[in-house]
């Protein structure tokens, strides 16, 4: 049965960070990308980063130089750094595993609040 069960979320002010986790389980992943999307109250999901199974990364717009994905294929884990977080990064955050015609997973989401 395949798994992926985020960690991380929580609350915290504007400026701060928050360390998210990804534990994906069940089959192999290393071939396909593995990120994170965000959904807020009343908006569709966007991605926020991903990253390949080569390694190539991609980020939204509204989250370059503040986020970091990265990835350990051995601990089929992936992370996101959050930092210098605003009040629009609130969102409930889902991790995702993507390989083209084979599988496309979601977890169950983790919330990220920025307020003071």
């Known amino acids: 049965q395949v798994q992926l069960v985020e960690s991380g979320g929580g609350l915290v002010q504007p400026g701060g960070s928050l360390r998210l986790s990804c534990l994906a389980s069940?089959?192999?992943?290393?071939?396909?990308?593995m990120g994170w999307y965000r959904q807020a109250p009343g908006k569709e999901r966007e991605l926020v980063a991903t990253?390949?199974?080569?390694?190539?990364?991609d980020y939204a717009d509204s989250v370059k130089g503040r986020f970091t994905i990265s990835r350990d294929k051995a601990k089929n884990t992936v992370y996101l750094q959050m930092n210098s977080l605003k009040p629009e990064d609130t969102a409930l955050y889902y991790c995702?595993?993507?390989?083209?015609?084979?599988?496309?997973?979601w977890g169950q989401g983790t919330q990220v609040t920025v307020s003071s």
């Open positions: 069940g089959r192999n992943f290393n071939n396909g990308a």
């Open positions: 995702n595993a993507y390989l083209r015609y084979t599988y496309n997973y």
């Open positions: 990253m390949s199974g080569s390694g190539i990364m």
